[in-house]
């Protein structure tokens, strides 16, 4: 396997389901020790652990990670809050605000509430109102009321919020639980609301991530020949390119205000395409299942393989390519028979289903 230049690739010094470093305090937690920087617990699509944890080094500021499983990092970095909020690639975000050993949520939120009546965590947000929720991961966490009220009144007392269980616009205070790691985390969720995706389209985070992993540079001619939604031209967008193309054979998106470009084209021809003039293809074809009336996936995968061999620019070009992980042998060699070389396979879960994406380059 070739690796692919200029890429974002390794995540340094951790493992999935490990957590790294030591259990030292944080400058956001008790006790003494170095000040490491606020910390943060991210979540993000299932299996993008590395892909994440580099992108995260590239985009935030002194980055040191703590934890991290299948879809879940905790790291500590000098950015400010507002900068980890806004990654487009985290489907959930929280700042952390105090911990305690790995318990049942009942007794963290007893000895929480003890703490913060003694003194108020540092980072502590100004709010109007707040709940408070628990979870593990990812999953609703059912709270004792005794225990919850007695955290929400300590919570309360020191910020002077109301507690609004109902949510509505206030801020959302958790209790997370994480299955590996070693202590349930009091935190303020940083992210609200994003947008669910139509159905059949890729979420925002994974058409981030995918995105990523094909090194965008600006002068990129990028191309997604089986754009559904748009999601990941729209992803594209969101950094400088030279020019960025969607086409599908079905109904067009809508990519107003994006600077993407539509076409109705046949991916497995992409007549109006010259040759070598595609700089990177990041695309989501059909799973097998869909790939047309009366069409064998296995010829379809080739014709496509074909067709995105020629488009792409032999020495700059590059491609990604997500797929249900059950073809991933016979995608593979389809593209090796048309001349693109495999540099990397990642595993993941797209709402669930085995998938894996698949990273080549033109040449042998
Ligand atoms: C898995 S969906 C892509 C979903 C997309 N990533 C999104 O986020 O909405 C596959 C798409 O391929 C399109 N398609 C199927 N065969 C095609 C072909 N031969 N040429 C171009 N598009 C095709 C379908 O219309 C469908 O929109």
Known sequence: MRRPSGKIVAMSGSR???RIGGQGPKRTGRGAGRARGPEYLLTFPAGLTRLVDACLRVDLAGVETRYSDDSALVITSSSP????????????????????PRTTFDAAARTLADRIRTSAPEGLPR???????????????PLDRRAKEALERALAARTGATVNARGGSGDELWLVGRRDL????LAHRLSKGKRMPAAGALSTELSHLLVRLSGP?????????FCGSGALGRARAASPAASITCSDLDGEPDLTGTGVRYRTEDALRLASVDDGSVDVIVTDPPWGEH?????????????????????LDPRRGRLVLLMARRREDEVTASLERHGLTLTGAVPLLVNGHPATALTALPGR
């Not at 709010?127 to 966490?141: E, I, N, T």
């Not at 070693?182 to 985390?185: G, H, L, M």
């Open 16 to 18: 999935d389901g490990r």
């Open 81 to 100: 809050a507002a900068r980890v909020a806004s990654l487009p690639y985290a489907k959930n975000t929280f700042a952390v605000l105090d911990e305690v």
């Open 127 to 141: 709010m109007r109102s707040f709940r408070l929720m628990a979870q593990v991961d990812g999953q609703l966490a």
């Open 182 to 185: 070693p202590r349930i985390v």
């Open 217 to 225: 540079t600006p002068d990129d001619r990028f191309l997604d020949p």
């Open 291 to 311: 790939v047309g009336p009366g069409a064998v996936a296995s010829d379809f995968y080739d014709e496509m393989a074909a067709s995105f061999a020629r488009v």
